[in-house]
């Protein structure tokens, strides 16, 4: 019986203990209103040390998010947008890049489910797009600039396992 109360008692400990580490920490956190120009992206860091990323983007026209996973990726982005003729025009992280889906008259929204892994060595960017990238979801001729409601989040594992 004694066993038993001692083995209930070490359990309770290690629950209680790990709780508050299973969740981690953030490590960058976003919550406003990104406004992206027609033809351009908004380009964010993600830290090296982020392992689990959540994100919920609105806005009341369709638009692009891809999240590269190396800077070269990043860079051959950014010489889209300048008007430039890439070598390639990598696709993104397939897990973590999407585009906006209506979800209601005026909103549109790309979001991830829950916490996601990012699966990223190194560094990666987070991109906001309006400008056609990859003519998946070009604006349209008389598109305004985005006002994109960004909920970001990037979480570091707080457990040393």
Known sequence: MQRR??????????????????GGEVVLSKNETVTVPVGRGNITELPASGEKVRYIARDDQSFDVYVFTS???KEQYRAYTNGENPDAQPPGHQSLSGRSLRVDADLYEVTTDGRTSLDID????????HSG???????SDHADPLSVQLD?????SSLPI
């Open 5 to 22: 109360a001692f083995l209930s008692t070490v359990l309770a400990g290690v629950t209680v203990g790990t709780a508050g580490c299973m």
């Open 71 to 73: 800077a070269s990726a």
């Open 122 to 129: 190194g560094t990666g960017y987070f991109v906001l797009d």
């Open 133 to 139: 990238y990859r003519s998946e979801n070009p604006p």
């Open 152 to 156: 970001l989040e990037v979480i570091e």
